[in-house]
Structures are given as C-alpha cells and as structure tokens.
C-alpha cells in the first residue's frame, strides 16, 4: 500500500465492531464491473495516468465500508468534508489506501450516483443512493460484516478475493452454515464480476481463499465446483467459515457518524447585524436567501473587519443604482480578489520586486496571476521572502539604463547650438538617469530658443547634470521568466 500524506495526531484504532451494509449499495458498486470493457474515464492524472471508470478498486471497497459506518441511518451526512472521511477509513482500516486513491474513488461513487452532494445555504450534504428502499422508504436489507475486513491480511488479498468476500456475505444473509452457489457463466454472473473468464482461475482463487486465515480459521470452510451438464453451466457451490459471519442483532448501533462542522452562526449574526446597520437589510432576502448563504460561505475564516469591508461595498454598490445588481456575488469575489491583490503588490513594490512582474509590457492578468501564486503565504512571510530574494534578482537579472552616450540622445534640433555629445557623455559618466537628463535637454533647447546665451545654457546643463539622479538597474529577464517561481523557489534552497 501507498503511505498516506496526511500526519494524524490520533493513535492508531482499527476498526473493532460489525459493519451493517447495505445490498443495495454493494450490488450497485459491483454491478459496474459489468461494463468493465468500456474504456471511458473519468479522471487524468498530472502524469497522463486515466482512471477508468468501470473498474472497482480496493480504494473503492474501502470507500464503500467507511461510508456505511460514518453515514447515519438514514445515509445522510452533514456540513462533513470528504477529508473527515478519509480520516475515518485511516482510523479503521491496519493498512489504509493513500488519500490519493481514496479522493478519486469518492470523486467516482459520485460520478455513478453512488453518493450525492447538495449545497443549501450554508448546509453541505452527503447522500447514499441504493441505502433507502423507495419502496418502504426505510433502510434496504441489511449485511452485517464482522471486523475482519479492516485487517491487513483481508486487504492483502486481490481485489477479486475481497469483492468475492463481500458477496458471499450478502448471499449468505447472516445466516451461518447456509451454502451459496453461483452458475459459472463467462458472459455474466460471477466470472464476469471478479473478471475471470475461466473457471480454472476461479479455482485458483477458491484455493488462495481457502488458505487465507485471518484469525486462525480459513475465510472458506469449503466449495465445489460441479461441472458443465450439457447446455447447463458449471455450479460453484461455496460455504464461508461461521468465525467471519456477523449475525445481525436488533438494537445494536452499528453506526459511528461523523459530527458536522458548525454551521457558521457566529458569521450570519454578525453579517446580518453589518446589513442591519448599513440599512441594506433585505439583502438578505435576495433569491430566497441563496445569495447571503453564498456570502456567508466566501467569508468563512475571514476578520471581522474584512467582513466589514464587504458590507460596505455591498452598500455602495446598492446607493449607486437603489437596487442590488443579479451579479453582486460576482463583483464581490472581484472586490476581494482586487483587495488581496494590492496588498500584495503593495509590498512587491516597497521592496523593489515589482519591476520584475511584468518589465516589458504592464499587464492587468500578469498581476493577476503574480498575487495569486504568492496568496499562499502571510503578508508578513511574502515581505521577508521578496527582501531575501531582491538581492539576487538584481544581481541576475537587470542591466544598466544606458550602454553609453547616445542612450540619452532625445532629439538633434539642440545639436546646432550646442556640443549635446559631451554633455551626454557627461552624464553617462556620472550613470545619471537618462530620462531625467532627457528633460534637461527640453528645457535648454527653450532657453536658447529664447534667446539665452547657449554658453550660459551649457554652463546651466552641466549644473543640473550633476544634480539628476543616478540611474537605477533596468529588470532584463529571459522571455519566459515569472518571478514569483524565482522568489518561492530561492525560498526553498535557503
């Protein structure tokens, strides 16, 4: 198994107690396997690896057991992330999938409608398909699996081992030393769930499960295969051993739910108390109250000083037209997005890193896409990485402001009355500012024009040469140079 990424704080606790399954679930998940040969897929990973989408992993299996201890009695589960899962399925299982596997098996089960999620407001909610019979509108037939399938050795086993497991559990109904049998077709049925198609390799694993001991007795007591007949097909006859059989006991609570997150009340009291006293109460009321709920969402973990903001532009916003624009949530993530941005580019400038954003041409997206990448990090951490890394920009990436003299050529017309070659070689001398020196040049070029002396107006130039400021270095960066990578990444090697 892959090692997990995510560093839980809690001891280790695998699962201990009964399992109650539901059928409808289990025959749902196994039934895709059924269309095992179709080739579409639902994900893509960063390193051209597809995940099909009618293929049951043990990430899925997994899934599928964590789900039914987690969820209620009625499959439901609140204001829960799918990380609060994940960390379920790491606490009952010894040898657990990463969080990888389990993230794209719980992005399928929502693909096939095996799970629904549905935001209302501020409330988020999961939902089992196939858990409650439309029919009774009450739980489905119930399968209780005994612990052992949250052990290593159950987990170790192929995946066609344990999915055979579980649907022997569902066939023996609970009911110890019932027998279950199967027809061995290799268009349908069994052979074509565990994707065998010949009874040869279905032998071999009756075999490997027969010599599987998880708590010192054999997953399978006994089978036998019955050969063909004539037109009728081969017969599979299988008994599992009564230590792995859970009998289901009424009043037993077979459930451990997760508990949901607040649903942010301390948010909405506040936000309806800023609406209240900015007189723009009935935003609240906005599509049913779908627009504030949406609100409420964007703000969570924000100050309340930036809630504070929000109100207020949402305020200016209704005094400009007396009426809430349809698209106010748009431009609020604008407005939010707008205000992290400056801050950020705020600091890049007072440390001297924002000419290297975008020195060809200034664009809006390019400043963008800067704030966004450096988002990540506190303001605070963002100044001191940007003054660790000016020094080494500046070192790398700039050039002078002039290779020489004519750099501060501007136009001929005060080369007729006065030796503008030396002045410019003057100030390029002295690395004085060409631009500014290019002012100079205006203003002598009127005093002569005027009439002035132009000795006195090459006396006048060399004062004021002396007087610019130096020039600063020009950013001269490869075509394809982003700074912020330069910044994060000379950050990481220090």
Not at 27 to 42: G, N
Not at 222 to 234: L, M, Q, R, V, Y
Not at 391 to 405: I, S, V
Request: aromatic share 12%.
């Amino acid at each position: 198994m892959t090692d997990v990424v995510f560093e839980f704080t809690q001891p280790k606790e695998s699962g201990k107690k009964d399992i109650a399954l539901t059928d409808g679930f289990i025959d749902a998940l196994f039934s895709i396997s059924e269309k095992i040969h179709a080739s579409e897929k639902f994900r893509t990973r960063s390193n051209g690896v597809s995940r099909l989408v009618w293929h049951v992993t043990e990430a899925d299996l997994m899934l599928m057991v964590t789900l039914h201890v987690c969820f209620n009695s009625e499959g439901k589960l609140q204001n829960v992330s799918r990380h609060q899962i994940y960390k379920k399925l790491h606490e009952l299982y010894e040898d657990p999938c990463c969080d990888d596997q389990f993230y794209i098996a719980f992005e399928k089960f929502v693909k096939l409608g095996l799970i629904q999620e549905k935001v209302t407001g501020v409330i988020s909610e999961f939902s089992l398909n196939h858990f409650i019979n439309p029919e009774t509108n009450k739980i489905g037939r119930i399968v209780v699996v005994n612990p052992f399938v949250f052990s290593k050795q159950f987990t170790d086993l192929p995946i066609s081992g344990q999915k055979f497991v579980f649907d022997l559990l569902r066939k023996q109904g609970n009911q110890k030393g019932k027998d279950v049998f199967y027809w061995l077709n290799k268009e349908k049925g069994i052979l074509k769930q565990l994707h065998k198609r010949h009874v040869y390799e279905l032998r071999k694993l009756l075999e490997l499960l027969s010599n599987t001991r998880i708590s010192d007795e054999p997953l399978i007591k006994s089978w036998n295969i019955e050969g063909k007949k004539g037109t009728t097909s081969a017969k599979l006859t299988c008994l599992i051993n009564d230590s792995y059989i859970s009998e289901y006991v009424p009043g037993t609570q077979y459930r451990d739910v997760l508990h949901g997150k607040r649903t942010h009340r301390r948010i909405i009291r506040h936000l309806q108390k800023l609406l209240s006293e900015n007189l723009i109460g009935e935003f609240e009321l906005i599509n049913n109250g779908s627009e504030f709920f949406q609100l409420v969402r964007m703000l969570r973990g924000k100050s309340f000083k930036y809630i504070r903001y929000v109100v207020e532009k949402i305020r200016e916003l209704y005094e400009k037209n007396r009426i809430f624009p349809t698209n106010i949530l748009d431009f609020i993530q604008d407005e939010l997005r707008h205000k992290g941005m400056v801050a950020y580019l705020e600091i890049a400038k007072a440390t001297g890193v924002y000419k290297f954003i975008s020195p060809r041409k200034l664009e809006k997206g390019r400043l963008f896409e800067f704030a966004s990448a450096v988002s990540h990090h506190s303001l605070r951490s963002f100044e001191r990485m940007c003054r660790k890394s000016i020094a080494k920009l500046e070192q790398n990436y700039t050039r002078p402001a002039a290779y020489d003299h004519t750099d501060y050529a501007n136009f001929s017309d005060l080369d007729h009355y006065i030796d503008t070659v030396t002045l410019r070689s003057y100030a390029f001398s002295l690395e004085k500012c060409p631009n500014k020196y290019q002012d100079i040049e205006i203003q002598a070029l009127i005093k002569v024009e005027n009439g002035t002396d132009p000795y006195e107006v090459r006396k006048w130039m060399q004062n004021q040469i002396e007087k610019l400021p130096s020039w600063t270095l020009i950013p001269d960066v490869p075509h394809d140079f982003k700074v912020e990578e330069f910044i994060l990444k000379n950050i990481q090697l220090a």
